[in-house]
């Protein structure tokens, strides 16, 4: 070859065998080499990677230790809430078992109470100890929850029955008591005929105008009286049970009276009940003065005769027998008048008997057959005292007016009585509560409350 092409050549030669060494160095710098190169890499590798699995070995069983001992404690509280129930459930059948008095029933209940007891001290060591799990915590915590589902639903049930005798036990009270209600009822009637019985002995039974006395008239006087009576403390027991201010509504009666005692109201109530059903007294058919212009063309043996319809009969035969007559007008007015609507809807809640009357019927209730007693006693007093002649005439003494032994009979003789001892000269008339008649001379006295 010739030199000077040799001569060329050797240069680019070296430069080639130059870069060829340098980057053989770099490769085995990195580990990466042709042949052993590669083999070096694949070993590299797998260090990294043994590296890393022992790194995360650690990591793993501190997580499954932390979730072994969630779930332990998880299923410790099921244990310890399912105890708890077990003992709320046992000593519910205890109490339970008091009333009626069951022996075996309270031994059974009392035993679950002290094995529920030791269990849960068990737990308590178990706790203490770091021991909060002696099975499988999955099937622990499944049973625990059963247990504790079960006990409540023991609970709801031993309360169920409890209620359900409780109950048994108020129906049979309420029976004997509708029993007690329904001797008394029967005995009271019992006693009603024989009293009746005995004042038909007292008062004659065939009353002319020439024979009636004013014995015959404090007779029926009493009966009315009575009645009034019984009827206001009926009304008074309907206003308590319907919750009604007493002292307010006697204050609304009878005003200027400043402290009311039992008594005081019931008179208050009394004297309400008497001014509305004695008034027009006087009058035909208890009619106003404006209504009763042919009052004294009367003849006295006309109501006479109607004393005599009434007297041997019931208020509802005697409406069946005459429903337009004067009566049933009279009735229905002083219901009305006595029992207004709105009165009756807050004693009652309904405005039925109200309606009733209204339309002519007859309410069949206890609070009526008290009203029908007295209107029927005060209306047979009425033809009596028109069957005088002269005719009786009544009269009520006015608040405020001086107190007369004639013509009034006190009610409350302690206010003649002042707090040193001495006696009250001048006591004053609070109200009247029934009135008073006078039958030709003879007086027969109204009754007052004085203050």
């Known amino acids: 070859m010739d030199p000077d092409k040799r001569s060329a050549i050797a240069p ?27 083999v070096n890499s694949k070993c590299h590798g797998n260090m990294k990677k043994d590296q890393m699995k022992s790194s995360l070995v650690p990591s793993l069983n501190d997580e499954r230790g932390e979730l072994k001992d969630m779930v332990a404690k998880e299923a ?12 709320k459930a046992a000593y519910a059948q205890l109490q339970f078992a008091q009333s009626p008095y069951d022996a075996d029933g309270i031994q059974s209940a009392d035993q679950t109470v002290v094995s529920e007891l030791k269990n849960l001290s068990r737990l308590k060591q178990y706790y203490s100890k770091k021991q909060l799990n002696t099975m499988s915590p999955a099937i622990n915590l499944r049973l625990m929850e059963i247990q504790e589902q079960t006990s409540q639903l023991k609970t709801y049930e031993i309360t169920s029955k409890k209620l359900k005798s409780q109950l048994n036990l108020k129906n049979s009270e309420i029976a004997s008591l509708k029993h007690k209600l329904a001797e008394a009822n029967k005995y009271n009637k019992l006693l009603e005929k024989r009293l009746i ?63 009311w005692k039992s008594k005081q109201r019931s008179y208050a109530f ?17 009619c106003t003065p404006n209504e009763s212009l042919l009052e004294h063309k009367d ?73 029908s007693e007295m209107v029927k006693h005060i209306w047979l007093l009425h033809c009596l005292a028109l069957s005088f002649d002269p005719k009786v005439s009544i009269f009520q003494a006015k608040k405020g007016c001086r107190f007369s032994e004639v013509y009034m009979e006190s009610l409350n ?4 009585l002042l707090s040193d001892g001495l006696l009250k000269t001048d006591p004053r008339v609070g109200f009247s509560v029934f009135p008073g008649f006078i039958i030709s001379k003879t007086v027969i006295q109204c009754q007052v409350y004085l203050c």
């Open 197 to 259: 019985s005995i004042e038909q002995l007292m008062i004659p039974k065939s009353i002319s105008i020439c024979s009636s006395t004013p014995s015959h008239f404090i007779s029926y006087y009493r009966q009315a009286l009575k009645s009034t009576q019984a009827f206001t403390c009926l009304l008074i027991n309907e206003m308590e049970s319907a919750s009604w201010d007493l002292d307010t509504a006697a204050t609304l009666v009878e005003p200027g009276i400043s402290v």
């Open 76 to 87: 410790f509280l099921a244990q310890l809430f399912a105890g708890i129930s077990s003992v």
């Open 299 to 371: 003849c006295p043996s006309q109501y006479l005769v109607k004393f005599m319809e009434m007297k041997s009969l019931k208020l509802e035969d005697y409406l069946a027998w005459k429903p337009r007559s004067n009566f049933a007008k009279f009735y229905r007015i002083k219901y009305l008048k006595l029992i207004n609507p709105k009165m009756e809807k807050y004693l009652f809640g309904n405005v039925d008997q109200c309606y009733l009357v209204e339309s002519g019927g007859i309410p069949e209730t206890p609070f009526f057959s008290a009203f």
């Open 270 to 286: 009394e004297s309400f009940v008497c001014r509305e059903m004695f008034d027009g007294f006087n009058y035909r058919d208890f």
């Open 413 to 416: 003789d302690e206010v003649f």
């Open 12 to 38: 680019s030669e070296n430069r080639l065998s130059h870069t060829l060494a340098k980057v053989l160095h770099i490769r085995a710098g990195t580990g990466i080499a042709p042949d052993d190169g590669i």
